[in-house]
């Protein structure tokens, strides 16, 4: 019986005798399979398992999957297997797309296939040619320490619907392992049978556990015909054309070769800025004409060709694309005059182009994007500056501009320093120019003369530009604000007589008094004690060398101490005929109460308007006791008693 090592040996025999893959280049049409795996995101760098049937592989969430007969879907690979992969950071896809799935696998340690996908017979022409093609990368990378590590070798398999071959066996060969990146796409090409599905297979030929590793994208089973070769007016001349933006209409004809085929079927499309391709009505030979708009975009044509049995446009194949570039002619104009002044530094600014060409006076020449004329310019630099802006697909824009000289300046201030106090307004003088802007214009009545008023709220620098419409020069006049001095003498207060107070003022300044000084312990202090007889006004003054004095008063109301009678007799002998009280007189608005032992009022007055005398209503009140309510007012209390009435 053969050994182990006899049979390993055989299927070793067996699968280098498989032919190599054979894919032929030719036209391809619209893919009836073609797995990209999809796009992921930054916040989803693994995809999803796929669908059940595909892959006899294991899956894992991980850009790494580690161990034999695993894969994962991800955008990217890097650090796995103690760096012996390589950092894969994209997919195969293309136009490339941010976060593209790949296939990232880690094969069996023994041969199986790893891959497989059904494709409706529907989708399929009859006996039509088709290409089944796939990008396969070694992951592992060629280094001292992967020397020795198995290498992939994958075999394509093509089959009908009852698992018979469509084509001979072919595999990839070893794929070796190599220093950097390197994707290789591998074809196939087979006929479609007569009815039904075609399954698609890859198949893992290598054992062993160390190495045997590989990425797949882009699985694409295709339509595939004679290659069909397509230019502007020949076939051969197929490079791009590049337009400009404009109101003409650029027209080419499209010519291509004729296939070698009596039933071939053609169809030109066009396809504007990648929104899809659509069929140019009535361009069904092998050559048309095409009217270009020059408006900005890309214009894409290509031709399609049936040629397989029937006429299912499943089985269309295309040539590569024509594509004719309309170009946005740069915009970007030079200010219409640049002024310079002896001396100066003259440079120009270029903006928008992909080159730039300068002409000037005294044959100056120059390429830079914004050339420097001179550090030190002088009158014979005036004249006429071209620019010829170059741009996407060697679109030009011409613009100019005319440098006129200036005499050097002598601009002045006549005081770089001034003082106000606040709310003042002083005037700013500068001289030695024709145009004057001054910034910032907060405080300035003017901004654009000479000699504007400034009356700033806050210590400001201002700074003039002064210019005589080629130079300019600057200069700054500092305005300090000194705040004005601040008086607050404080709240009006009330004392009763006889009762001294103290008062609580604020002042801003160098110095503050008192006036008048009566009846006040200290009137250099801002919190004087004062003890007035009589009602007093009291004023602050406080000053500073520089913006003067304020002042604030505070009235003192002195409450006078009554002096309540407690009898008076009303008889007519001009002694004591009226109950007088005194001092009530300094209570101007207070109110006078008198009532029977019953309630009854009998007497009222406001203030010391008049005094009772034992009259109510023409009648003498007879003598007793009578009560009395006094309402000082000003939150004062009330003080209330009796009196005695006696006849």
Avoid at 62 to 70: T, Y
Avoid at 272 to 300: L, M
Avoid at 330 to 341: E, G, I, M, R, S
Avoid at 582 to 606: A, C, H, N, Q
Wanted: glycine letters at 10%; charged letters at 15%; a negative charge.
């Amino acid at each position: 019986m053969p050994s182990k090592k006899h049979w390993l040996l055989l299927l070793t025999l067996i699968i280098a005798s498989a032919s190599h893959l054979k894919g032929q280049n030719g036209s391809l049409g619209d893919p009836v399979l073609n797995e990209t795996f999809g796009v992921g995101s930054t916040y989803k760098p693994i995809g999803d398992p796929l669908p059940s049937g595909i892959t006899n592989l294991q899956f894992v969430k991980d850009k790494c999957p580690s161990g034999s007969g695993q894969y994962t879907i991800a955008s990217s690979s890097g650090g796995c297997l103690g760096e012996t992969w390589h950092v894969v950071s994209q997919d195969r896809t293309k136009p490339s797309q941010p976060a593209g799935y790949m296939m990232i696998i880690n094969a069996s340690d023994n041969p199986d296939v790893f891959y497989t996908q059904r494709i409706p017979g529907s989708l399929l022409c009859s006996g039509g040619k088709y290409q089944f093609a796939v990008d396969i990368l070694n992951i592992l990378r060629d280094m001292p320490e992967t020397q020795g590590y198995d290498q992939p070798n994958v075999s394509f398999i093509v089959e009908d619907a009852n698992g018979n071959a469509l084509q001979p066996p072919q595999n990839t060969g070893t794929i070796l392992a190599t220093a950097g990146v390197n994707w290789v796409n591998y074809k196939v090409d087979f006929t479609a049978p007569i009815s039904g599905d075609v399954v698609v297979k890859l198949k893992n030929n290598t054992f062993g556990s160390m190495g045997n590793d590989l990425v797949l994208d882009n699985i694409t089973v295709r339509p595939y015909g004679p290659e069909l070769a397509v230019g502007f007016t020949t076939p051969e001349d197929n490079s791009t054309r590049e337009l400009c933006v404009d109101n003409a209409t650029t027209h080419y004809s499209l010519v291509a070769q004729p296939v070698n085929s009596v039933t071939a079927i053609y169809q030109w499309q066009r396809n504007v800025d990648n929104k899809g391709w659509e069929n140019i009505p009535g361009a069904t030979s092998v050559s048309i004409g095409v009217n270009v708009p020059h408006t900005k975009g890309t214009y894409r044509y290509r031709l399609g060709v049936l040629t397989a049995p029937g006429v299912s446009l499943n089985c269309q194949t295309f040539s590569a694309p024509l594509t004719v570039n309309v170009n946005a002619v740069p915009k970007y104009d030079l200010p219409a005059v640049t002024n310079f002044c002896e001396g100066s530094t003259l440079e120009f600014f270029g903006n928008q182009g992909q080159s730039y060409d300068w002409t000037g006076p005294n044959g100056f020449h120059s390429t830079k994007q914004s050339p420097r004329i001179a550090d030190n310019a002088n009158q014979s630099m005036e004249g006429i500056y071209t620019l010829v802006i170059t741009g996407d697909g060697g679109c030009p824009y011409i613009t100019k501009t005319k440098a006129i000289w200036h005499p050097t300046l002598q601009p002045s201030v006549e005081n770089d320093s001034l003082t106000i106090c606040e709310g003042d307004v002083v005037q700013l003088r500068a001289s030695g120019g024709t145009i004057y802007k001054w910034s910032p214009a907060a405080g300035l009545d003017h901004d654009d003369i000479s000699n504007p008023m400034a009356s700033p709220s806050v210590t400001t620098a201002y700074t003039v530009t002064i210019g005589n419409g080629g130079c300019e020069q600057p200069s700054t006049v500092r305005v300090t604000v000194l705040k004005r001095p601040v008086a607050k003498a404080g709240p009006d207060r009330g004392i009763n007589e006889g009762e001294p107070v103290t008062l609580h003022a604020t002042a801003i300044g160098t110095s503050y008094y008192w006036t008048p000084s009566l009846y006040m312990d200290d009137p250099s202090s801002l919190t004087p004690t004062v003890n007035p007889p009589d009602n007093q006004t009291y004023i602050l003054h406080v000053q500073t060398p520089e913006c003067g004095i304020v002042t604030d008063e505070v009235n003192i109301r002195v409450f006078k101490k009554l002096t309540i009678p407690s009898t008076f007799t009303p008889n007519g002998d001009g002694m004591n005929d009226t109950w007088h009280i005194d001092k009530l007189i300094t209570y101007p608005e207070s109110v006078l109460y008198v009532y029977t032992r019953e309630g009854k009022e009998v007497f009222r007055t406001v203030g010391d308007a008049k005094q009772w005398n034992g009259i109510y209503q023409g009648k003498a009140l007879p003598a007793g006791v009578y009560y009395y309510i006094i309402d000082l007012k000003n939150n004062l209390p009330k003080q209330g008693g009796w009196v005695m009435l006696l006849r």
